[in-house]
């Protein structure tokens, strides 16, 4: 399966309003994450507790109680830390929830100073465009397993 890197560096960054998004408490919003989860993969407490241990910190923009839209950073590496698992809930998908949470952790990684980037899909072209909306580039394309 193709897949793509886009990078975004501060010169290409541009915030958009994230007024609504927050970072996600390990502990306080653990119920809320796990009524978001896909439950083919049912989150456990476990599971949240490595997804920390491995360097991912979460946000969202929660809406009348739930989760509307979440994405994490990744934090894979000392120099480079990865925008990751972005997903809107159906009902409130175009509103720009996607980009929200996407500029939010962007503005994250190059606030300190790392290397921002994110991988998806070649034919996932919702993603890539709300990376690019944000000032994200494509800069490689790759096979799953291959860099």
């Known amino acids: ?23 996600l408490d390990w502990e306080q919003d653990f119920a809320l994450v796990q009524a978001y989860w896909p439950p083919q993969f049912p989150l456990t407490p ?31 590496a000392d120099d480079a830390w990865m925008v990751a698992a972005v997903s809107t809930a159906p009902a409130f998908q175009r509103r720009g929830y996607a980009k929200a949470v996407v500029s939010f952790v962007t503005h994250g990684i190059l606030d300190a100073r790392r290397i921002a980037f994110c991988q998806t899909r070649q034919d996932n072209i919702p993603m890539i465009r709300t990376a690019e909306s944000v000032g994200f580039h494509i800069t490689r394309t790759m096979e799953w397993g291959i860099q």
């Open 46 to 76: 476990e599971i949240w507790a490595e997804a920390r241990d491995l360097g991912y910190h979460y946000c969202a923009v929660v809406e009348d109680g739930q989760i509307a839209s979440i994405a994490a950073e990744y934090r894979c």
């Open 1 to 23: 399966m193709e897949y793509v890197e886009l990078t975004c560096t501060p010169a290409d960054f541009r915030l958009v309003a994230t007024s609504r998004v927050r970072w």
